[in-house]
């Protein structure tokens, strides 16, 4: 398994490999749910070139807009890194990209676009819809990844503070808004270089290459515009709980979607293919692993060595600086003695890891009520089979029976 500190060569930082036994024997759940994201990468993929047209652009520029926005803060912006993944048997960037999330935005973003495509929205409906369905496949991998470790979130930032089962309400805000600005993009900038052809049908490559650009690093900086208009201003000016300003946002976006759906629209004529049941039946296993981890993980017998919030004096301060110019605190490092994230510990390490560690073990925790995290996962499903049985089996054309013919 990897280790922290020493230099390492550039291939050693692009790629790194890890023991899958070793990773296997400290967390089992972790490396189910990479299977699954890999299978959905898989599938996802292969539908795409089923269907033809525009959906295997839609499917890269998934992956590239992925790429962009989950690595930007690291690298660019390291004031605002604020998560740190678990490691995997292949991890890329000096151990900060698992291979799996590279696929977790056309498991996401993907599953949500195809299916709102159903429901043949007005143009203004279709982003915010991608980015609600987006937000529904997301949430029960937020809530319960988290929970086993998979990740850990940086303990005092102020933008990830205010919680939902250790989950931020901001990385709900993130998903919904990123995935609608880049589903707007994609479709708004073929528009733009093509605007004769019909939305799923391929311009050539020329068009769709530019149009697949735009969206994929134009799709962060929209989504993080539609944080200055409802968070910045209510979050950092008025303190208002992040909870709050998430469900304004998803006001927003449920109205508008409603008036699409009340306007008048042509019903789909696409019936669904075989390749389509697969879609259906991956993304039914997502659902089904996340909810089986609540009844039959054990959380507090996993654990995670690798990179996490680096450890330093408890007293040290650094700031962010918000877009209407509030400075923000929070502490510098992680302190061993003094934190609240309830997720993780370290019962089962002998020591509290030292000053200037980034490279350490955290232990997972058993629930405090295993039967209110297996309610909140039943009830996403109940919500997910009903949003996703209508979107795929009440929207399509009807096979009509032929009528018989009468005897003279």
Not at 57 to 74: C, E, M, Q, R, S
Not at 157 to 169: E, F, G
Request: charged residues 15%; hydrophobic residues 45%; proline residues 6%.
């Amino acid at each position: 398994m990897s280790t922290a500190g020493g230099g390492v060569t550039w291939p050693e930082w692009l790629v790194q490999t890890n023991d899958i036994k070793q990773l296997w024997a400290a967390q089992p759940t972790y490396i189910l749910s990479q299977g699954v994201y890999l299978l959905a990468g898989l599938v996802t993929l292969v539908h795409a070139f089923r269907k033809g047209g525009r959906w295997p652009y839609l499917w890269l520029a998934t992956i590239l807009h992925g790429l962009w926005t989950d690595n930007f803060w690291h690298f660019v912006v390291p004031e605002y890194d604020n998560f740190w993944h678990s490691q995997t048997p292949i991890i890329f960037l000096g151990a900060r990209l698992p291979l799996h999330i590279i696929l977790l935005y056309p498991a996401f973003i993907y599953h949500a676009v195809y299916a709102v495509s159903r429901l043949n929205l007005p143009k203004y409906a279709e982003p915010f819809a991608v980015g609600l369905v987006t937000v529904l496949v997301d949430i029960p991998y937020d809530i319960v990844a988290v929970k086993f470790v998979h990740w850990t979130w940086h303990d005092t930032d102020p933008n990830i503070y205010d919680r939902h089962y250790w989950v931020p309400w901001n990385s709900y805000y993130f998903h919904a808004t990123f995935a609608a600005s880049f589903y707007y993009f994609f479709t708004a900038s073929r528009r733009w270089f093509a605007p004769k052809v019909a939305q799923w049908e391929s311009a050539g490559k020329k068009a769709e290459w530019k149009a697949l650009l735009v969206a994929s690093f134009m799709g962060m900086p929209g989504g993080v515009l539609m944080f200055i208009p409802i968070y910045h201003p209510l979050h950092d000016v008025l303190k208002i709980h992040s909870e709050n300003t998430f469900f304004l946002l998803f006001s927003i976006f449920a109205v508008i979607v409603v008036t699409g759906l009340l306007s008048d629209r042509e019903k789909t004529a696409k019936k669904l293919t075989a390749i389509d049941y697969v879609l259906i039946i991956q993304l039914a296993i997502h659902y089904l692993l996340y909810l089986s981890f609540t009844i039959y993980g054990n959380p507090e017998n996993e654990w995670s060595l690798g990179l996490h919030e680096p450890v330093g004096p408890c007293n040290e301060v650094a700031t962010l600086t918000t877009p209407f110019g509030q400075v923000l605190e929070k502490r510098k490092y992680f302190c061993p003695t003094d934190y609240n994230e309830e997720y993780f510990d370290f019962h089962c390490v002998k020591q509290l890891p030292p000053n200037g560690a980034s490279w350490y073990v955290v232990c997972g925790t058993p629930f405090q009520n295993r039967a209110e995290y297996i309610t909140v996962l039943t009830t996403i499903l109940v919500v997910a089979t009903g949003v996703f049985y209508s979107l795929y089996f009440k929207t399509g054309g009807q096979e009509v029976a032929p009528k018989k013919l009468k005897k003279k």
